[in-house]
């Protein structure tokens, strides 16, 4: 026998997830408040008919009318699940008898008594099919039925009957189930066949039900029907299995698919699709497991207790992944992917070449920019956020704790821009080094590598403010204060745009900048793997190559379009590129030099001095400091085409 026929409830306690149904039935089943006719709303499958013959059944026991049948007189024992049913209880299909000759047959045989019982009971279901003509037929009888006769009417859609019927009913509107109700009565139902299942089969089953405990019980006793015994010789319902019977897309492709959506790994996601259809799953049905996905993805977002809360249903090693994913991507990018999403699968209805419509999805979810939508707007506005630090001068919004690294010395009374001091070096109290200035490097000021004796003092450096006497900060021991020191001669480098990244910021995004190319032009990148960063001339990023002939082709509008393009997503910059002949810039080969103590002695010049160059001084002349709303206002307009609608 089948499940949703062997687990038919009897009473009105044994039905499940529809408490909002049973119980005011039950009160008015215990106060005598028994109405003439009843309307029983709902989708399919989710107890209406069952409902009415409990109905029915508790109506007419010896006992009653009572919410708990005895099931014992021959009432309750005719009208219990899978009993012979009663004479006094008919049971009508209006699909096949709604016409006005069955509903003129149905009123002259209603007034006859019952036979054997209390009432009367009409059950018609499907009833949104009975004809208008058949609806006018069944209004007098409904409107002052004799005191023996009730109508029971259940239907799909109730805003279809006939509203003079409608109005003279008892409406009651049943529900689907909820994940985690569904789990539960499935989960009794497996212990009582001694079946065991595995965790991960659980949410393919309910998602194939669609909240139907009807539908749910069918698709599981499918599953039970194909079950292997293991080892102890008990029935046991595997994944795997449950994969192949329900036509669901294994949750490993999902994960990889999302993966690399979170990646931009544009080849990683078409593998997926590959293997989607390599596996002989339907393009369709992984596009909806997809979308699934990214609706748990922003709930898991916006409700941390979503688990607890049963709104999202999976293993605990799937939920894992999930957090992992939902951390990765922002909301503005999965309601975008969403919203793409469902509109393929509008797309891909009755379509003769769904992977392909597929595939075309996938192109759209990995090119925001190809979208001038809100969401896209959005996506691309959290991908700039994430490289505002960068972006915008680090001084432009002035010191920070965050920004002052351990080990960095600010002498009492003042308040340095963040990055402007080092240690070994001392800035005049109250004042701070100009915007213009160049921090210097091994080659001006040494910096004494750590010793077991102290280290000598380094000359300190002196600013071009009105204090004459500058103060130095040398932690081992006092000495009597130098004379100021005449500014070293800055090494020159190329000017660069305020509140865009410099040659240093550039020469440590490299490899992002080359992924970015690889996405782009594999041929592209390949030529840039000898290739590196001389100088940034204005708004051209001015590489070199040892080789003339790659250095003419890098130089081809068809790959610098390729790199500024690239330069734009991973700096968010809106440079020209040029290549030359040539070795590698000088700056480069001091960088490289083997002594382990040297070498971090650069890098820690090199990170000052980006930071010194970002930072700048609002109390200098030559470079006023940089207004962080307008730096904001021009990466917006770099990378989004804004313009301004207002102001000056």
């Excluded at 805003?159 to 499935?186: D, G, N």
């Excluded at 405990?213 to 079950?227: C, E, I, K, M, N």
């Excluded at 090693?317 to 503005?332: C, I």
């Amino acid at each position: 026998m089948a499940l949703y026929r062997k687990y038919r409830p009897a009473t009105f306690a044994e039905v499940v997830g529809q408490e909002h149904v049973t119980e005011p039935l039950c009160t008015a089943l215990s106060a005598g408040r028994i109405n003439h006719a009843y309307l029983f709303s709902g989708p399919r499958g989710c107890g209406k008919t069952s409902s009415a013959r409990i109905l029915a059944r508790s109506l007419n026991c010896a006992q009653g009318p009572t919410p708990t049948p005895c099931g014992t007189c021959d009432s309750c024992v005719a009208l219990a699940p899978n009993g012979p049913g009663s004479i006094d209880v008919v049971e009508l299909d209006a699909a096949s008898h709604g016409g006005v000759d069955d509903t003129r047959d149905l009123r002259d045989r209603a007034f006859y008594a019952p036979a054997q019982s209390r009432y009367r009971i009409f059950i018609i279901d499907e009833a949104h099919m009975v004809t208008t003509a058949g609806f006018n037929a069944l209004l007098k009888i409904v409107e002052e039925p004799p005191d023996h006769l009730i109508f029971v009417f259940a239907t799909t859609e109730p805003e279809k009957v006939l509203p003079t019927i409608r109005s003279r009913t008892h409406h009651y509107p049943f529900r689907l189930l909820a994940p985690r109700t569904m789990r539960e009565l499935i989960g009794r139902i497996c212990e009582q066949e001694h079946v065991a299942v595995d965790d991960a089969v659980y949410p393919l089953v309910i998602r194939a039900g669609g909240g139907s405990p009807r539908d749910t019980l069918s698709v599981l006793d499918q599953l039970l029907a194909g079950s292997e015994k293991d080892e102890s010789g008990i029935d046991h319902v595997h994944y795997q299995r449950a994969l192949g019977l329900l036509g669901a897309t294994d949750v490993a492709l999902i994960d990889e698919a999302v993966d690399a959506l979170a990646a931009g790994d544009a080849a990683s996601v078409f593998g997926a699709v590959e293997a989607v259809v390599d596996a002989g799953h339907d393009p369709r049905r992984f596009a909806i497991d997809l979308l699934e996905r990214f609706r748990d993805l922003i709930v898991l977002q916006a409700v941390p207790d979503a688990v607890a809360k049963g709104v999202v249903d999976a293993p605990e090693d799937m939920l894992e992944r999930m957090h992992e994913q939902a951390a990765r991507l922002g909301p503005a990018t999965l309601a975008r992917y969403a919203e793409v999403v469902h509109a393929g699968l509008g797309e891909m209805r009755g379509a003769t070449a769904p992977r392909l419509l597929l595939e075309v999805v996938c192109a759209r979810l990995l090119l925001p920019s190809a979208a001038d939508t809100e969401a896209a707007l959005l996506q691309r506005v959290e991908r700039i956020e994430g490289r505002l630090d960068m972006s915008i001068p680090a001084g432009s919004a002035g010191p920070s704790a965050g920004s002052m690294r351990p080990g960095l010395s600010s002498p009492e009374g003042s308040s340095p821009p963040a990055g402007s001091v080092r240690p070994g070096l001392s800035s005049p109290e109250g004042s701070s080094p100009p915007a213009g200035k160049q921090f210097t490097r091994r080659s001006q000021a040494p910096e004494p590598a750590p010793a077991p004796t102290p280290p000598a003092a380094p000359e300190p450096v002196a600013a071009p403010a009105p204090t004459p006497e500058p103060e130095p900060v040398p932690p081992p021991a006092p000495r009597p204060e130098p004379e100021p020191a005449p500014p070293p001669t800055p090494v020159p480098a190329a000017a660069t745009t305020p509140g865009e990244p410099d040659v240093a910021a550039v020469r440590a995004m490299w490899t992002t900048v080359r992924e970015k190319v690889r996405q782009r032009s594999r041929s592209t990148e390949a030529m840039l793997a000898d290739a590196t960063v001389r100088t940034v001339d204005g708004n051209t990023l001015v590489l070199t190559h040892g080789t003339a002939s790659l250095a003419r082709r890098l130089s081809e509008p068809r790959n610098t379009d390729v790199i500024t393009e690239a330069l734009k997503d991973a700096l968010g910059v809106n440079w020209r590129v040029r290549c030359e002949a040539g070795g590698p810039p000088p700056e480069a080969g001091r960088e490289a030099a083997p002594a382990p103590v040297e070498a971090d002695s650069v890098r820690q010049a090199d990170e000052e001095a980006m930071l010194a160059e970002a930072a700048g001084d609002a109390s200098a002349d030559p470079a006023p400091r940089r207004d962080p709303e307008e730096a904001a206002l021009e990466l917006l307009q770099n990378e989004l085409g804004a313009r301004r609608i207002g102001g000056d």
